[in-house]
C-alpha cells in the first residue's frame, strides 16, 4: 500500500505561483513598500510509544504574510487562505494597522534586490517517499527493539515546504525545503519509575535517506541497555566528556545570547568582549550553510542572503547577530546569519566518541542534556538535566550507569579549557535543532544535584 | 450558490470516513485570529493581525488512529484529507499490536461562547499603542533602566467540533492577556522585572481595567531595587511562594506527572514520562496535608474552560491531590480505560486545526487554607519571599526541579524586608510539596495561565490556568544562580 500513490498530494506554490501572489499583493497594495514572504509546508510524523504507532499525521499549511508600511509606519497581516478575497483582506489589514500605527524609528525599506545563493535544499526522495518511510522507518526501529525486549519511543517524520520572500523593490526568492527526521528513546524496565533506564539517539536530514534507522536504533539500545542499574554518585565538580548532543545543548545558549543589540545595550552575557577570547582558543565556531549534512538555506525570512561566516575564530568573539536597524547604525552592509552551525576544536582528530574515551582516566559520559534554562543571563549561567544515558568512565572504558545530574554552569566558563575532542559530528536535539559539533572532555562541570533514576 | 456551510464540510468528512468503515472519527473546522501588539524599548516594534483557517479529521481504524489536515477548506480538499486519514489509520492499523477503545461520552449539541464586553477588534489601534508608548515612557522614567517591553495580545477561535457520534458543538472563544517589564542596569550588571496579567477567557476589559502605570512605576522601581539587591547565600530556607510564582510551580510538578499519556509512556521521547505512575493513585503521598490539588475545567475565565475537549467530552471538575495523597490523573477518551476508568476526565486538547489532540494539563490550582499571608509570614524566621517567574527547570520524571523567580524579598523574624537577587531554589517534587507548611485563604488566590507549554512530536502549545493562594514550604535548599559579582 503507498500512500503516495493513492492519495496524491496537491502541488506547493511553485516559484512562479509565488511571483504572481506577490504581484497581486503589491498591486493590491498602496504602501510605499510591502514585503510578501510565504511558508506552505506539508508535514507528516509517525509517532510511536509502548512499540506501536500512536499517532500517523499529516498536515498542508499554507501561510502568507504582508508587511505594509507608510513612511515609518508598518503594520503586519497573514493568512492561510489563498483566495482572491482572503490575499485582498490581508492586504488591507496590514494597510490598517500601518496607517494608524505610530512611527517606528527603527523601520528599514525592505533590502535591495540581490541574487541569493542557490543550494541545494530540497531532496526529491524526501518529497517522493516520505510518507511511506516514515512507516516503514517507524516498524523498523520498533522491530529492532521487539527483538531486544524492549520499549521504543519515537518519531520519523517528514516534510516538504516551499517558502519564499518578495518585496516591491524587486527582491525575490523562493525555493523549496526539505526535512527528514527520526527520533528514537528505548526504555529498558519500566521505563518511567526510578529503576527504569533509557537510551536516546536522533538524526535530521534534507533526505530521508540519511536517517540511519538501524544504526541509531541499535546505539540508543545499547545505550539502554547499558544504563540498567545506574549507581549513585554526589553531586560536584567532575571531569566530563560530552556526546555531540550535550555539547549542542549548551552552544545553542550561547548563539541564541549573541544578539548585537543586547551587546550595545549593555544586557549581554558578551557585553564589552567583541574581539576578545571568551572560550578555548582552540574553538571556532562557523556558518557553513552549503555544508550537504547541515540545513543551510538560501536566504531569511528577512530578505537576507545566508552566507559563510566566522562567528568565533580561535577562542575570540568575531562576530554579533545584528538585526538589521543595529546593523545600519553601525555601517554593517552583509549581516552574517547563523543557520548552519559548525564548531570544531583546532588539532582534534579523533573519530568517534568510543576512540576519544580511550583517553580519559576518569569523566561522567554525557549523551544528552534536557530542559536547559537559563539561570543567569549575565554570566550565562544555566542549567539542565542530564538525560538518556550518563556514564561512569574509568580507564578509557564505561564502567557503569550513573543517575542523572542537574548541571548548574555557564558554557563560557566550562569552555574555557578543553581537552580532548572528537571532529565535528552531526548533533540533532529537540531544543536546539541541527548542528556540527565535536564530542569533548572538559576537565571541571558542576552537577548540582541527582535525581533518582 | 454561496460557499458550503461548515455543516455541509463536517457533513461531506464524516460521510466518507463512515463509509470506510472506521468505528469512530471527528472533524474539526477552525478559524482564528489573533492580534499582537509589541513594544520594545520605548516604540512599537511591531503590530500583527493573524488569521489561521484549516480542518482536521481523525479517524479510528481498526483499533489505530489517522489524522490529516489541510488549510484548503474547499469541496476537493476535504474528501481528500478525509481519505489520506482514513489511509494512514489503515497504516498504523497494520501493524497495531493493541487496539484503541475509547471510553463512552454522552451525544452533545452545543455551542460555546466566552463571555466578552470589549471586543478587542473595537479598540482602535491607536488607543492601544499610545498605551503601551506611554507605559514604556513610563519604566523609562528612571535612568537606570535601559530596556523596556509592553505588549497586548488577544485571540478568538471559531471552531465546530463534530464526530460520527452524533456530537456537534459550536465554540467562539476569545482571551486576551499583557505584560510589561523593564531592565535595570547598575555596575555592568542587568536585572529585569515583570508584570503579566493572567490570560483570561475575556475580552478587552481585563487590559482596561488593569492599572498599567501603576503597574510601570512599581516594576520600574523594584527593577532598580533588583539590580542593587545582594546576591542571596546558598543556604536552607523557608520559602512564601506567591501565587504567578506557584502557577509554574505546579504547573512543572503537579501538573505534567498528572498526565496519564505521559504515566503511560506515550511522551516517552520528548515530554517525558511521569513519576505518578498509576499504581500510585490513591496511596502515594505527594505533599503534606495542606496540599490540594483539584483539577477544574469549569471555572468561567480559565483557559481550558472550553466547555468541552477535542474528544468532545464535556468539561469537569475533579482531584489530582486530596490532602497530599495523589488521586486523579488528565484524562482523554483512549488513555482512561487503561486505568480502568469509565470515562475521560475532559482533558484532551489540540493547539490548531492542523495538530491532533492529545492529553492536556488541565486548569490544576491549589486550594486555599485558611491563614492571612501576614500570618504565613509572621510564621517564618529566616526566608524568602518569591514573586512571579524566572528560571524552571525539571526532569523527564518530573522528580528534581530547580526554578527561580522574578523577584525576591528576604524574610527576617516573620517580616519582609529588603531585596534579594539571583535566588535559585531546587528539590525533589513530592519531598517539596511534603514541605508545605501552610496556604493562605482564598481571598488571596489569583489565576495564571499559560499558552506556551510545549508537548507531543510535532510540539504543540497547551493552554492551562493554575490558580493558588501564596503557600509556605518549609526548609528549602536555596543556590544562587550565577557567579559573576
Known amino acids: 500500500m503507498s500512500l503516495s500513490a493513492s492519495n496524491p498530494w496537491p502541488k506547493m506554490t511553485s516559484r512562479d505561483e509565488f511571483r504572481f501572489l506577490a504581484d497581486v499583493i503589491f498591486s493590491r497594495s498602496s504602501g510605499d513598500h510591502t514585503v510578501v514572504t510565504l511558508h506552505d509546508e506539508r508535514a507528516g510524523t509517525t509517532r510511536f510509544a509502548d512499540n506501536r504507532v500512536i499517532q500517523n499525521v499529516d498536515t498542508r499549511r499554507g501561510l502568507l504574510t504582508a508587511t505594509v508600511s507608510f513612511g515609518r509606519r508598518h503594520g503586519t497581516a497573514s493568512t492561510t487562505d489563498f483566495t482572491a478575497g482572503a490575499v485582498q483582506d490581508m492586504v488591507a489589514r496590514a494597510e490598517r494597522i500601518a496607517r494608524a500605527a505610530p512611527e517606528d524609528p527603527e523601520y528599514l525599506p525592505p533590502p535591495d534586490p540581490q541574487p541569493f545563493p542557490v543550494r541545494e535544499t530540497a531532496r526529491e526522495e524526501t518529497i517522493a517517499d516520505g510518507p511511506v518511510r516514515r512507516h516503514e522507518y517507524a516498524n523498523e526501529a520498533m522491530s529492532l527493539c521487539r527483538m531486544e525486549n524492549l520499549m521504543a519511543a519515537g518519531i520519523v517524520s517528514s516534510s516538504v515546504a516551499s517558502v519564499g520572500v518578495a518585496a516591491d523593490n524587486g527582491l525575490f526568492g523562493c525555493e523549496t525545503r526539505t526535512k527528514a527526521q527520526f527520533s528514537l528513546t528505548v526504555q529498558a524496565g519500566d521505563g518511567t519509575g526510578e529503576t527504569g533506564a533509557t537510551g536516546w539517539s536522533a538524526a535530521a536530514h534534507r533526505s530521508i535517506d540519511h536517517l540511519k534507522i538501524q544504526e541509531r536504533t541499535l546505539a540508543a539500545i545499547d545505550k539502554a541497555k547499558r544504563s540498567r542499574e545506574a549507581r549513585d554518585l554526589p553531586p560536584g565538580d567532575y571531569p566530563v566528556v560530552l556526546e555531540p548532543a550535550a555539547v549542542a545543548g549548551l552552544w545553542s545558549w550561547l548563539i541564541w545570547t549573541l544578539d548585537a543589540k543586547s551587546y550595545e545595550k549593555g544586557t549581554s552575557p558578551f557585553a564589552g568582549q567583541l574581539g576578545s577570547r571568551i572560550v578555548d582558543k582552540r574553538l571556532t565556531l562557523s556558518n557553513v550553510p552549503n555544508h550537504a549534512d547541515l540545513f543551510g538555506v538560501g536566504f531569511t525570512s528577512e530578505g537576507l542572503p545566508s552566507e559563510p561566516s566566522q562567528w568565533i575564530e580561535d577562542g575570540r568573539l568575531k562576530q554579533l547577530a545584528y538585526d538589521r536597524f543595529t546593523a545600519h547604525t553601525h555601517g554593517i552592509k552583509s549581516i552574517p546569519t547563523l543557520e548552519s552551525p559548525v564548531l570544531s576544536v583546532k588539532g582534534a582528530s579523533f573519530g568517534n566518541v568510543r576512540e576519544l574515551l580511550k583517553q580519559i582516566d576518569r569523566a561522567v559520559l554525557v549523551t544528552n542534556f534536557w530542559y536547559i534554562r537559563s539561570v543567569n543571563l549575565r554570566d550565562l549561567t544555566l542549567t539542565g538535566m542530564t538525560r538518556d544515558g550518563t556514564f561512569l568512565v574509568e580507564n578509557g572504558h564505561v564502567v557503569c550507569p550513573v543517575k542523572n545530574f542537574r548541571f548548574h554552569e555557564s558554557p563560557l566558563r566550562v569552555f574555557q579549557d578543553v581537552g580532548v575532542a572528537t571532529v565535528p559530528t552531526e548533533a540533532v536535539t529537540p531544543e536546539a535543532g541541527k548542528m556540527l559539533v565535536p564530542a569533548m572532555a572538559l576537565p571541571r562541570f558542576h552537577f548540582s544535584s541527582v535525581t533518582r533514576f | ?403 527561580g523567580g522574578d523577584a525576591f524579598w528576604l524574610i527576617e523574624n516573620g517580616r519582609r524586608t529588603r531585596m534579594l537577587r539571583d535566588v535559585i531554589y531546587h528539590g525533589i517534587t513530592p519531598e517539596f510539596w511534603n514541605s508545605c507548611d501552610g496556604v493562605a485563604d482564598r481571598s488571596f488566590r489569583r489565576r495564571y495561565g499559560f499558552i506556551t507549554c510545549g508537548k507531543g512530536q510535532p510540539v504543540q502549545s497547551g493552554w492551562m490556568t493554575h490558580a493558588a493562594s501564596p503557600a509556605l514550604f518549609r526548609r528549602v535548599h536555596v543556590i544562587r544562580g550565577g557567579e559573576e559579582s
Open chain 2, 1 to 403: 450558490m454561496g460557499a458550503p456551510t461548515w455543516d455541509e464540510f463536517a457533513e461531506l468528512a464524516l460521510a466518507r470516513v463512515r463509509r470506510s468503515g472506521v468505528e469512530y472519527g471527528d472533524i474539526r473546522i477552525q478559524r482564528s485570529v489573533t492580534g499582537h501588539v509589541r513594544g520594545e524599548d520605548g516604540r512599537i516594534a511591531s503590530v500583527r493581525d493573524a488569521e489561521d483557517g484549516g480542518f482536521g479529521v481523525r479517524v479510528l481504524y481498526h483499533g489505530a488512529w489517522g489524522f490529516a489536515a489541510s488549510s484548503v477548506l474547499s469541496l476537493e480538499d476535504v474528501p481528500r484529507v478525509a481519505d489520506l486519514a482514513v489511509e494512514l489509520a489503515k497504516h498504523a492499523a497494520s501493524i497495531a499490536t493493541e487496539k484503541v477503545r475509547l471510553v463512552e461520552e454522552p451525544v452533545y449539541r452545543d455551542r460555546v461562547v466566552t463571555a466578552v464586553r470589549i471586543d478587542p477588534y473595537t479598540v482602535p489601534l491607536e488607543k492601544k499603542t499610545g498605551l503601551l508608548l506611554e507605559t514604556m515612557e513610563t519604566l523609562h522614567g528612571r535612568p537606570d533602566i535601559v530596556r523596556s517591553t509592553a505588549e497586548i495580545w488577544w485571540c478568538r477561535d471559531r471552531k465546530r467540533f463534530q464526530s460520527t457520534e452524533g456530537t456537534v458543538l459550536d465554540f467562539d472563544l476569545s482571551a486576551v492577556n499583557g505584560s510589561l517589564s523593564a531592565t535595570a542596569l547598575f555596575n555592568g550588571r542587568f536585572a529585569t522585572r515583570s508584570f503579566n496579567l493572567p490570560y483570561l477567557r475575556q475580552g478587552y476589559e481585563l487590559i482596561e481595567e488593569t492599572r498599567w502605570s501603576e503597574e510601570a512605576i512599581r516594576v520600574a522601581r523594584e527593577a532598580v531595587e533588583k539590580v542593587r539587591a545582594p546576591a542571596v547565600a546558598d543556604g536552607v530556607y523557608d520559602l512564601v511562594l506567591d501565587p504567578e510564582h506557584l502557577s509554574l510551580t505546579i504547573h512543572e510538578s503537579c501538573g505534567h506527572p498528572s498526565e496519564l499519556d505521559r504515566a503511560l509512556g506515550y511522551e516517552a521521547n520528548y515530554a517525558g514520562t511521569s513519576f505518578l505512575t498509576p499504581e500510585k493513585r490513591g496511596t502515594f503521598r505527594f505533599g503534606s496535608p495542606h496540599v490540594t490539588l483539584v483539577a477544574d475545567n469549569t471555572e468561567p475565565g480559565t483557559l481550558a474552560a472550553t466547555g468541552y475537549d477535542d474528544d468532545g467530552v464535556a468539561c469537569q471538575t475533579w482531584d489530582i491531590v486530596r490532602e497530599g495523597v495523589f488521586v486523579g490523573y488528565c484524562t482523554n477518551r483512549e488513555v482512561a480505560p487503561k486505568i480502568g476508568e469509565t470515562r475521560s476526565r475532559g482533558s484532551n486538547r489540540a493547539d490548531g486545526w492542523g495538530s491532533v489532540p492529545i492529553v492536556r494539563i488541565a486548569n490544576i490550582g491549589l486550594e486555599p487554607g485558611e491563614q492571612t499571608l501576614d500570618r504565613l509570614i509572621a510564621d517564618v524566621k529566616r526566608g524568602i519571599y518569591i514573586e512571579g517567574h524566572g528560571s524552571y527547570s525539571i526532569d523527564q520524571r518530573r522528580y528534581n526541579f530547580q526554578f
